[in-house]
C-alpha cells in the first residue's frame, strides 16, 4: 500500500473500473496514518482527501529538513561534548553520531 503515499498508485477517473477499488485502498491507508497519530494532531489531516495528500501534509509540516532549531541543537551538543568518562572507542562514536545527525 506504500503506493497510494508514494504517488506509484495513480488514482483513476471515477468512471473508471478500478476506482472503486483504489478509493477503498486509499481509505484504508487513510484510516492507518490518521490512527498512527495522536488525537490531537490526526483532527488537522481528517479533512485531506486522499493517502498522499495527508502524507505531503505530515511531511511539510513536521520534517526535520532544514529544521534550525534541531541543527543549533546539534552544534551545541558537539560543542559541548567531551570525552570526560568515556573510552575513546565511546567517546568518537558519540561524535560520528552527532555529525550524522548533522
Keep these: 500500500k506504500i503506493g497510494y503515499i508514494t504517488s506509484k498508485v495513480q488514482q483513476p477517473d471515477v468512471n473508471d473500473p478500478m476506482y472503486e477499488n483504489w478509493e477503498l485502498n486509499n481509505s484504508i491507508v487513510m484510516v492507518w496514518l490518521i490512527?498512527?497519530?495522536e488525537s490531537h494532531i490526526s483532527r488537522t489531516y481528517l479533512f485531506l482527501q486522499t493517502a498522499k495528500a495527508i502524507w505531503d501534509a505530515v511531511i511539510e509540516n513536521y520534517s526535520?529538513?532544514?529544521?534550525?532549531s534541531r541543527v543549533f541543537e546539534i552544534k551545541n551538543k558537539l560543542k559541548d561534548l567531551s570525552q570526560g568518562?568515556?573510552?575513546i572507542t565511546e567517546y568518537y562514536n558519540e561524535l560520528q553520531?552527532?555529525?550524522q545527525k548533522l
Design 85 to 87: 568518562s568515556m573510552d
Design 64 to 68: 526535520d529538513l532544514e529544521n534550525a
Design 97 to 99: 553520531m552527532l555529525w
Design 35 to 37: 490512527n498512527s497519530m
